[in-house]
T-cell receptor
Framework: GAVVSQHPSRVICKSGTSVKIECRSL??????MFWYRQFPKQSLMLMAT?????????EQGVEKDKFLINHASLTLSTLTVTSAHPEDSSFYIC??????????FGSGTRLTVV | KQEVTQIPAALSVPEGENLVLNCSFT??????LQWFRQDPGKGLTSLLL?????REQTSGRLNASLDKSSGRSTLYIAASQPGDSATYLC????????????FGSGTQLTVLP
């Protein structure tokens, strides 16, 4: 099945700095990937849909200038949290795959902004 | 807008019991429905995918059913084990070209030895 690799698994950064999270498709070509955010004890909320070679589509309420998504190749999508603040601390998960087989998810990135 | 609800929010059962987790969705025009498992601090592991034309899927001790007309899906776990303890999430695939997932809030399952 489709395998999605996400790095880093955990990152701590200072307030005001930027953090990049990578999501790679290892055994399939990902024209579309999805980025989710999960707060403690809550479910996953879709942030944006990443499209290879074009602009990402952001969900309502998600700041596109805050959460920069780049999908320059069929195997790599990145999410950059710019000028991070403590309220950006969360669990970020990417997803991709083939629709008829169900999407698979990365292992997630725990971001802590101090 | 699709809304997915899971009941109960938490469940604690003794080892060996059979149990049912419930998932309901408001928009019956879903494409597929998928059940996931999430361990604390980890990503999601896919358990079962039910395609829109199917009514159920089985894998080992797990059986998931889908009734689009009533907007419901259930996940049945037979002979539960302590290793089944985790949060179980159901997610409905949106209709349309992008096929994003809308997640329920999850059921936190604890199986007591």
């Amino acid at each position: 099945g489709a395998v999605v690799s996400q790095h880093p698994s955990r990152v701590i950064c200072k307030s005001g700095t930027s953090v990049k999270i990578e999501c790679r498709s290892l055994d399939f070509q990902a024209t579309t990937m999805f980025w989710y955010r999960q707060f403690p004890k809550q479910s996953l909320m879709l942030m944006a849909t990443s499209n290879e070679g074009s602009k990402a589509t952001y969900e309502q309420g998600v700041e596109k200038d805050k959460f920069l998504i780049n999908h320059a190749s069929l195997t790599l999508s990145t999410l950059t949290v710019t000028s991070a603040h403590p309220e950006d601390s969360s669990f970020y998960i990417c997803s991709g795959g083939e629709l008829d087989y169900g999407y698979t998810f990365g292992s997630g990135t725990r971001l802590t902004v101090v | 807008k699709q809304e997915v609800t899971q009941i109960p929010a938490a469940l604690s059962v003794p080892e060996g019991e059979n149990l049912v987790l419930n998932c309901s969705f408001t928009d019956s025009a879903i494409y597929n429905l998928q059940w996931f498992r999430q361990d604390p601090g980890k990503g999601l592991t896919s358990l079962l995918l039910i395609q829109s034309s199917q009514r159920e899927q089985t894998s080992g001790r797990l059986n998931a059913s889908l009734d689009k007309s009533s907007g419901r899906s259930t996940l049945y776990i037979a002979a539960s084990q302590p290793g089944d303890s985790a949060t179980y999430l159901c997610a409905a695939y949106r209709s349309g070209s992008a096929r994003q997932l809308t997640f329920g809030s999850g059921t936190q399952l604890t199986v007591l030895p």
